[in-house]
């Protein structure tokens, strides 16, 4: 089975300009979340999705917001970046029922924001 | 909010020796625990859970110790190798929710 796969791996952004970065799950895999990892903050919860619903929500501002297609995919879109944007996203996928499981991680997209 | 937390940023042993990680949580809705291992440019990988009606997991040379009373968990890892070198998250997952530490470097030296 393929892993979850993040694209692009590295991106260079200005300030003010928005970021789109995309996620594929496992195969079968509904659930996909999203964290930003930043130094000193560990993995910091962002939004999850399951059946092109955001079933949670983190902490951040509304400039951060995602979305899930019909196959699962997702995109994480980030609107007028600022400079404390620059971090390593991560994308996770897992079956997503009521079953506790754990995330399959991709490798992430490291942003950075000049 | 720090749901999920790892006091020590580092910690450094010896090969052979046992490697102890520990983690604090704040939500007594947390039933499931993990410890995922990360290494640089790659995602994180998972190691070892925890269900909440347990208070111990053990896979090889890796054992998960849960004190709910405290909410108090915490990695063992013997006999320490060079390989695990890494930064370990431990998280805590409630249903459709997944809270992580801000993670420990291990350091193995030779």
């Known amino acids: 089975k393929a892993g979850v796969t993040q694209t692009p791996r590295y991106l260079i952004k200005t300030r003010g300009q928005q970021v789109t970065l995309s996620c594929s799950p496992i195969?079968?895999?509904?659930?996909v979340s999203w964290y930003q990892q930043t130094p000193g903050q560990g993995l910091q919860f962002l939004f999850e999705?399951?059946?092109?619903?955001?079933?949670n929500k983190g902490n951040f501002p509304g400039r951060f917001s995602g979305r899930q297609f019909s196959n699962s995919r997702s995109e994480m879109n980030v609107s007028t970046l600022e400079l404390g944007d620059s971090a390593l996203y991560l994308c996770?996928?897992?079956?997503?029922?009521?079953?506790?499981?754990?995330?399959?991680f991709g490798n992430g997209t490291r942003l950075t924001v000049t | 909010d720090q749901q999920v937390k790892q006091n020590s940023p580092s910690l450094s042993v010896q090969e052979g020796r046992i490697s102890i990680l520990n983690c604090d949580y704040t939500?007594?809705?947390?039933?499931?625990f993990l410890w995922y291992k990360k290494y640089p440019a790659e995602g994180p990988t998972f190691l070892i859970s925890?269900?909440?009606?347990?208070d111990k997991n053990e896979d090889g040379r890796f054992t998960v110790f849960l004190n709910k009373s405290a909410k108090h968990l915490s990695l063992h890892i013997v006999p320490s190798q060079p390989g695990d070198s890494a930064v370990y998250f431990c998280?805590?997952?409630?249903?459709?929710?997944?809270?992580f530490g801000a993670g420990t470097r291990l350091t193995v030296k030779p």
């Open positions: 996770a996928s897992r079956t997503g029922g009521t079953e506790n499981s754990p995330l399959h």
């Open positions: 195969s079968g895999h509904r659930s």
């Open positions: 999705y399951f059946s092109e619903t955001q079933r």
């Open positions: 939500n007594s809705m947390f039933d499931y």
């Open positions: 925890i269900s909440s009606i347990k």
């Open positions: 998280a805590a997952s409630a249903p459709n929710d997944m809270r």
